[in-house]
Every structure is written in structure tokens, then in C-alpha cells.
């Protein structure tokens, strides 16, 4: 190939041929884990890494996490447990939030996992494990305080208590709930689930509590117990949309150009063709959609923004592409390959999510992986 024959340049060498740009900043997620852990203090902030780590690479999360100081850690599944151990290890924690099904209890044991046992089932079948291996086997117990999720109901947790040999050879870590409206600073449901945290615990005297999750963290209360399990909070989601978002913001998308065109008054616009043009407009069609995890709940609803200017997406979100209405700026302003921004400066993950009728922490695990993925700030020379 003669080099001279090519008129063009790439634009953007890095991106691999992906039409989205994802950026991860390593060094926003450190400093958020540092306030977190201010904002938790005296108690000690986990880290919830489920879901790899809401969609931002649990593989790239966990040594900054490390590094920053963080020493326990939250996944849901066992799965994603069984493939964080190697990197978890020493003297930090890995628990399973879902508990294990029947048959992962061997394997759980040998890998040094901690389960958190969910119900009376669960307690038997650890108990099991631990007296076969003639040890003692680690443990989260889980109450349900108020959520009707995961977790013993009271009347469990007080015939448990009761029994001298109901724990033997369990060595409970910490003991744990799940609030349900956390969010939301003022609902009654908060202090009610703190209430019955408080009696569950006076049951097992002596455990660690750990209870609240991001948005516990900015509970007024008594919330904070011995270790926090933020997971939002870390990677930028705001932890009540009661406040001003105090996080950094860790994650930007900016999605490729892939055709303009002008149409006049009448045109219909996209799958359905639900939106028509009212006057004459100028549209660009960018290279990402639902299966990027821009729900097509985006539809004729949320925006793109180039150079602070909103861009309306402009009718159905399509599995690959969303059509955006670009009249508002100039005529030749946006080329092909040119990027606008999904996440950014101008339009905050709580935005998107807001237009999208869903929360940040839907948005963040949906991303997919069209995307290329950059990290940024990568680990801080000084651990
Ligand atoms: C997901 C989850 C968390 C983290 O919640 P955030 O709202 O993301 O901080 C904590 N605890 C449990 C049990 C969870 O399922």
C-alpha cells in the first residue's frame, strides 16, 4: 500500500475501530473511595465491586481499590467471587452477597470466600462444611430488617441465638442488612430498618455491623455500624439525589458521528417513524443504541451534547444507532467521525439515566462492550 494514495488521517488512533469512546478515570475512583472513607470513619468503607464493578472492569477496580487501602469486598454472585480471588487476597475480604447455592460450599472453602449466609439453609449447610473440614469456616449472617430481600427474618435470627451449638464452627465476620430506601433521606423506612439492625445485633454481641450502603453513608443516624458497603458512590453515581452529587465523576462516553443529512418539513425519522419533521432539520446519526445500553426508552427524550449545545435524540433509539437532531447547530459543524458527548461535562450519568425513565446504576451496568474502554489515571505510584 502506497501511504500516498490515502487522503485521510485517523482521527482518533486509539479507539480500535470502536465508534465509542468509554473513559474510566482510576484516579477519580481512588479519591472517592478516600471520601467515602472519611465520611465513614470511625467505621471502615468496603467496596462494592458486583456486576464488575457496575460495568467499569472489576479487573482494573480492585488493584486501585487495594492500593487505596480498601480491604474488604462485595461481589452478588459466586461466579464473579471465584473470579476476583486471585486478585483478592492476603489479608483482604471477599464476600457473596447472594449466598452460595447447594454444592458451591466445597469450593467456596477452598477458595477462602466468605459467604453470606441468607437463611437458616445456608447456616446448616456452611456448619456442615466447617465440621467435615473439622475448622472453623468464616461467615456473614444477613438479617432481613425491612426489604423483604436476602436475608434470616427475626423470628429466625432469635432461634438461632437461643441455640448454643446454632453457630458451631462459624465464625461470623460481620453481620449485615440492606436498606431499602436509602436514597431517599427522610423515609420513615430508614430508622425502622435501624431499629431492627440494632435488635438483630444485640443478638450476636460482639460482631461487627455492617449496614449501610452509599446512601446510608449520608444518613443522619446511626447507620454507619463497623464497615459501610458503598457501591454507587464509588464510581461517581450520586448517593441521594436528595443533595448535590459529592462524588467525582469517573466515567465519560462520547459516541462517534457516522452520518449527517438535511430532510425537509415531513420526513419521517427512524424505526416506527414516530418522530416527523416539523420544519426542515439537519440530523446525525451516531454509532451506538440499546445494545450499548442507551435504553430505547431514549426515545425522542434524551440528548447528546456537542460543545455544551444539546442535540435532542430524534425519534427510536435503534439497536445500533440513535438519530440525533443536530439543526441547532450550524451546517457543516459536525462531520463524520466527529464524537458527541453521552457522559461528560455537560450531561451527568444521573441525567441520562433521568431522561431514560431508570437509575445511574442501571446506565453504568448496560454499557456493553462496543465500547473502547480507556483507563485513565491508572494506579498512584504510592500505594
Ligand atoms: C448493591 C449492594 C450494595 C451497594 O449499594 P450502593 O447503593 O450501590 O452503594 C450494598 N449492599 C448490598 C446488599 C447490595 O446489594
Redesign the pocket.
Known amino acids: 500500500m502506497n501511504d500516498t494514495m490515502r487522503n485521510v488521517t485517523a482521527a482518533y488512533p486509539d479507539t480500535l475501530g470502536a465508534a465509542g469512546l468509554l473513559t474510566i478515570d482510576l484516579g477519580a475512583l481512588a479519591e472517592n473511595y478516600r471520601l467515602l472513607s472519611v465520611k465513614a470513619a470511625p467505621a471502615r468503607a468496603a467496596a462494592?465491586v458486583?456486576a464488575d464493578a457496575y460495568g467499569l472492569g472489576a479487573e482494573k477496580v480492585v488493584p486501585v481499590l487495594l492500593a487505596a487501602g480498601c480491604r474488604d469486598f462485595?461481589v452478588?454472585h459466586f461466579s464473579e467471587a471465584l473470579k476476583l480471588r486471585p486478585l483478592i487476597s492476603g489479608d483482604a475480604r471477599l464476600f457473596v452477597?447472594n449466598g452460595l447455592l447447594p454444592g458451591d460450599e466445597e469450593t467456596c472453602a477452598d477458595a477462602g470466600i466468605i459467604p453470606v449466609l441468607n437463611g437458616m439453609e445456608q447456616v446448616t449447610r456452611w456448619k456442615e462444611e466447617a465440621a467435615f473440614r473439622e475448622t472453623t469456616l468464616p461467615a456473614a449472617l444477613q438479617f432481613d430488617t425491612g426489604m423483604s430481600r436476602l436475608g434470616l427474618s427475626m423470628d429466625e435470627a432469635r432461634v438461632l441465638a437461643a441455640d448454643p451449638q446454632g453457630l458451631d464452627g462459624i465464625s461470623l465476620e460481620i453481620l449485615m442488612s440492606?436498606l431499602a430506601c436509602?436514597d431517599e433521606q427522610e423515609h420513615a423506612a430508614n430508622g425502622a430498618q435501624l431499629g431492627v439492625m440494632q435488635e438483630a445485633a444485640a443478638l450476636f454481641p460482639g460482631v461487627p455491623v455492617c449496614f449501610a450502603?452509599?446512601?446510608g453513608l449520608f444518613l443522619t443516624g446511626d447507620f454507619k455500624g463497623a464497615l459501610c458497603?458503598?457501591?454507587?458512590?464509588l464510581y461517581g453515581g450520586n448517593?441521594s439525589p436528595d443533595m448535590e452529587n459529592p462524588m467525582k465523576p469517573v466515567v465519560t462516553l462520547d459516541v462517534a458521528v457516522v452520518q449527517t443529512r438535511s430532510v425537509p418539513a415531513g420526513t419521517a425519522i427512524g424505526y416506527g417513524g414516530t418522530l416527523v419533521a416539523d420544519k426542515p432539520m439537519r440530523l446525525a446519526v451516531i454509532s451506538a443504541g440499546y445494545a450499548d445500553g442507551l435504553p430505547r426508552s431514549l426515545s425522542s427524550r434524551g440528548a447528546a451534547y456537542w460543545n455544551g449545545i444539546r442535540l435532542p435524540i430524534a425519534g427510536r433509539v435503534s439497536m445500533d444507532s440513535i438519530i440525533l437532531d443536530i439543526t441547532a447547530l450550524p451546517e457543516g459543524t459536525l462531520k463524520l467521525g466527529d464524537r458527541v458527548e453521552i457522559i461528560g461535562q455537560h450531561q451527568t450519568l444521573e441525567q441520562i439515566a433521568a431522561d431514560a425513565g431508570t437509575i445511574s446504576?442501571e446506565i453504568l451496568t448496560s454499557l456493553g462492550a462496543r465500547y473502547r474502554r480507556v483507563y485513565r489515571n491508572a494506579l498512584p505510584v504510592s500505594a
Do not use: C, D, E, W
Open positions: 462494592v458486583k462485595f452478588a452477597l440492606h436509602a450502603n452509599s446512601g458497603r458503598p457501591g454507587i458512590a448517593p446504576y
